[in-house]
């Protein structure tokens, strides 16, 4: 079935640690991806999108995330995290091809220690 | 430019009662969506709409039904409430056809009784 995990419900890690949310993917052909961070009690914000060319790519707040299609991943990562980065991570999928359909993932809240 | 409008911001029902929501945007996008998150969820599709007089059924469709009313305006109607549609709801748009990104409205907080 077409799905979109995100293995890691909670993760937490100390202010200035590095980070990495995992996105895995399960459709036919490469779809469209998304990363939203979602702070409480806020609506969504894009943080940074994947649709074709360089596999790494770079968003806002200083996070990128990388492709590998032979994993069918799309991870998060951030160097140094700041406590102003706790929040909750949603990866996201639109299939290519017509479909306007857009998929996320159940989310992973990060808690960041001082 | 508002972006993504949504009224109410909260609503509280009773079992059985009906209600709409409203969602509006003034970015000119073809596709507009309805979610629901719920705790440990995430956000689930509840129903999309890839144009203007096209509406088609997400992960979530049973006991909601939408209107798109024109290009700006797609709304949620709850027919008759049930304590398991209290949720919070997010309408988003996007200018269609690989488009660059959702944008999303501020969410309407439903608690049904």
């Known amino acids: 079935a077409q799905s979109v995990t995100q293995p890691d419900i909670h993760i937490t890690v100390s202010e200035g640690a590095s980070l990495e949310l995992r996105c895995n993917y399960s459709y036919g052909a490469t779809p469209y991806l998304f990363w939203y961070v979602q702070s409480p009690g806020q609506g969504l914000q894009l943080l940074l999108k994947?649709?074709?060319?360089?596999?790494l790519v770079q968003g806002i707040k200083g996070f990128e995330a990388e492709f590998k299609r032979s994993q069918s991943s799309f991870n998060l990562r951030k160097p140094s995290v700041h406590w102003s980065d706790a929040a909750e991570y949603f990866c996201?999928?639109?299939?290519?091809?017509?479909?306007?359909?857009?998929?996320f993932g159940k989310g992973t809240k990060l808690t960041v220690n001082p | 430019n508002a972006g993504v409008t949504q009224t109410p911001k909260f609503q509280v029902l009773k079992t059985g009662q009906s209600m709409t929501l409203q969602c509006a945007q003034d970015m000119n996008h073809n596709s507009m969506y309805w979610y629901r998150q719920d705790p440990g969820m995430g956000l689930r599709l509840i129903y999309y709409?890839?144009?203007?007089?096209?509406?088609d059924k997400g992960e979530v469709p049973n006991g909601y039904n939408v209107s798109r009313l024109n290009k700006r305006e797609f709304s949620l109607r709850l027919e008759s409430a049930a304590p398991s549609q209290t949720s919070v709801y997010f309408c988003a748009s996007n200018e269609g056809l690989a488009g660059p990104q959702a944008y999303f409205g501020p969410g309407t907080r439903l608690l049904v009784l």
């Open positions: 994947y649709f074709s060319g360089d596999t």
């Open positions: 709409s890839a144009s203007e007089g096209t509406t």
């Open positions: 996201a999928v639109r299939l290519r091809g017509g479909s306007e359909k857009l998929v």
